[in-house]
């Protein structure tokens, strides 16, 4: 019986997660063909400024808080590879999306199991850039080329 219970309540949990993950997927794929997400890079930089993000830089990290690390990790590949983005700058991208990837995603899914927003977005994005930050400023003191924000 406890069996069957567990059974039970793992398939609404994953009905529960899917109900959220899906439609998200397909509002990356609408946003992805329509250019949103590149027209949004402009006005999402300025946060990131402070942390040596350029506005090229802004586009695979907005990706992967939003949508986890596949497509952010993805995108930065892409834009080092192109010369978007320097080296230096995808440790920084890379650091930031660590500790706040997905975190749309993950906050969607954990509000639906009952845990408060605050302190699911609050605490994660602020190490996200205070750890960021410090990156950037070793690599600053370290001689290396900052990017420009």
Same mark, same amino acid.
């Given at each position: 019986?406890?069996?069957?219970?567990?059974?039970?309540?793992?398939?609404? @949990?994953? %009905?529960? +997660?899917?109900?959220? !993950?899906?439609?998200?997927? $397909?509002?990356?794929?609408? /946003?992805?063909?329509? =250019?949103?997400?590149?027209?949004?890079?402009?006005?999402?930089?300025?946060?990131?400024?402070?942390?040596?993000?350029?506005?090229?830089?802004?586009?695979?990290?907005?990706?992967?808080?939003?949508?986890?690390?596949?497509? @952010?990790? %993805?995108? +930065?590949?892409?834009? !080092?590879?192109?010369?978007? $983005?320097?080296?230096?700058? /995808?440790?920084?991208? =890379?650091?930031?999306?660590?500790?706040?990837?997905?975190?749309?995603?993950?906050?969607?899914?954990?509000?639906?199991?009952?845990?408060?927003?605050?302190?699911?977005?609050?605490?994660?994005?602020?190490?996200?850039?205070?750890?960021?930050?410090? +990156?950037?400023?070793?690599?600053?003191?370290?001689?290396?080329?900052?990017?420009?924000?």
């Amino acid at each position: 019986m406890v069996l069957w219970e567990g059974v039970l309540q793992g398939i609404k @949990g994953v %009905g529960q +997660i899917a109900l959220i !993950v899906v439609p998200l997927m $397909i509002v990356l794929e609408i /946003a992805e063909g329509n =250019g949103w997400l590149q027209k949004l890079s402009p006005y999402a930089a300025r946060p990131f400024r402070w942390i040596g993000v350029s506005e090229e830089g802004v586009f695979p990290l907005v990706v992967a808080m939003v949508f986890g690390l596949t497509y @952010g990790s %993805g995108l +930065i590949i892409n834009h !080092v590879r192109t010369g978007q $983005i320097s080296a230096q700058e /995808a440790k920084i991208i =890379g650091t930031f999306m660590a500790i706040a990837h997905a975190l749309i995603e993950d906050t969607l899914i954990f509000l639906v199991l009952g845990a408060p927003l605050l302190l699911l977005v609050v605490p994660r994005l602020l190490l996200a850039f205070a750890m960021s930050h410090v +990156i950037y400023r070793r690599s600053l003191r370290a001689g290396e080329q900052p990017p420009s924000p």
